[in-house]
């Protein structure tokens, strides 16, 4: 099994900033993409970013430059920074970490998603 754990999240006044961390954890595993999606009430779960193993990224076009996305793969973690924040960036950020764990001596697909993190911009 493949823990995954986010922080970082909470309330910041527009324009401000905010640094999410989510940290992937168990045993042998290896992870392909980490990113992160949000859903604001009423809406879709949507894509912000990920982050594949080989540092490539893909950033959602009304966040591009404003957040960025970054890993440490010795610590499984990845990171969101979100800065210059808008009233439209108020969501639950949701982590999602995908990989491959050992289980016996086969591996399988893993597709995981963290807990949520509220993230609330005041004007």
């Known amino acids: 099994q493949v823990q995954v754990v986010e922080s970082g999240g909470g309330l910041v006044q527009a324009g401000g900033s905010l640094r999410l961390s989510c940290a992937a954890s168990?045993?042998?595993?290896?992870?392909?993409?980490m990113g992160w999606y949000r859903q604001a009430p009423g809406n879709q779960r949507d894509l912000v970013a990920v982050?594949?193993?080989?540092?490539?990224?893909n950033v959602a076009s009304s966040v591009k430059d404003r957040f960025t996305i970054s890993r440490d793969n010795a610590k499984n973690t990845v990171y969101l920074q979100m800065n210059s924040l808008k009233s439209e960036d108020a969501a639950v950020y949701y982590c999602?970490?995908?990989?491959?764990?050992?289980?016996?001596?086969?591996?399988?697909?893993?597709?995981?998603w963290g807990q949520g993190t509220q993230v609330t911009v005041s004007s």
């Open positions: 999602n970490v995908k990989g491959r764990r050992l289980s016996g001596i086969r591996w399988y697909p893993f597709d995981y």
């Open positions: 168990g045993s042998t595993f290896s992870i392909n993409d």
């Open positions: 982050v594949s193993s080989d540092g490539s990224t």
